[in-house]
T-cell receptor, first 117, second 113 residues
Framework: GAVVSQHPSWVICKSGTSVKIECRSLDFQATTMFWYRQFPKQSLMLMATSNEGSKATYEQGVEKDKFLINHASLTLSTLTVTSAHPEDSSFYIC?????????????FGEGSRLTVL | GNSVTQMEGPVTLSEEAFLTINCTYTATGYPSLFWYVQYPGEGLQLLLKATKADDKGSNKGFEATYRKETTSFHLEKGSVQVSDSAVYFCALRDAAAGNKLTFGGGTRVLVKP
């Protein structure tokens, strides 16, 4: 099946720094990718929809200046957590849909765990 | 708004035992329903789905039936294996809500030999 890869899988940073997380579709093209956040023992919460070549669409309550999303190519979307604080510590997951073989199925990355000290 | 509720884990059971994970939903429209599985260290994978009432999704010995009357989509497997140890997520996608996926909280299943 289609593979979505995230990097890094885990990262620890100091408060006030920025962290970039990459989401790549390895063997398919994705005009749209989705970014989720998962708190411990809680559900995945959709943060934003990343659109190739245009601005991301953020869900209500998600700060767009805090969570910068760039989708510069059909295989790469990046999420940058700016001026990270301990409350941003979480598990971030991306997903993508194959635009060519459009079965509607979403393929998920393995997730990136961010810990802000 | 839409929501998905599933039983909290962890669920611990022995190999060859019967597994049931309850899932109920609320939706404004007529959603499609999904079960995703997340094995340790891996991303979520689609396990099975059902797109309309009374449909049964099945895969790898797992089954779930879309019950509109009870707004449920319970996951079952008759005889689990150690390799079924994972976190299972129930989810819905509702066209009336922009086709976004809404997830349940996940249920961790641990199968012991």
């Amino acid at each position: 099946g289609a593979v979505v890869s995230q990097h890094p899988s885990w990262v620890i940073c100091k408060s006030g720094t920025s962290v970039k997380i990459e989401c790549r579709s390895l063997d398919f093209q994705a005009t749209t990718m989705f970014w989720y956040r998962q708190f411990p023992k809680q559900s995945l919460m959709l943060m934003a929809t990343s659109n190739e070549g245009s601005k991301a669409t953020y869900e209500q309550g998600v700060e767009k200046d805090k969570f910068l999303i760039n989708h510069a190519s059909l295989t790469l979307s990046t999420l940058t957590v700016t001026s990270a604080h301990p409350e941003d510590s979480s598990f971030y997951i991306c997903s993508a849909r194959d635009v060519v073989v459009n079965t509607g199925e979403l393929f998920f990355g393995e997730g990136s765990r961010l810990t802000v000290l | 708004g839409n929501s998905v509720t599933q039983m909290e884990g962890p669920v611990t059971l022995s190999e060859e035992a019967f597994l049931t994970i309850n899932c109920t939903y609320t939706a404004t429209g007529y959603p499609s329903l999904f079960w995703y599985v997340q094995y340790p260290g891996e991303g979520l994978q689609l396990l099975l789905k059902a797109t309309k009432a009374d449909d049964k999704g099945s895969n790898k010995g797992f089954e779930a039936t879309y019950r509109k009357e009870t707004t449920s989509f319970h996951l079952e497997k008759g005889s689990v294996q150690v390799s079924d140890s994972a976190v299972y997520f129930c989810a819905l996608r509702d066209a009336a809500a922009g086709n976004k996926l809404t997830f349940g909280g996940g249920t961790r299943v641990l199968v012991k030999p």
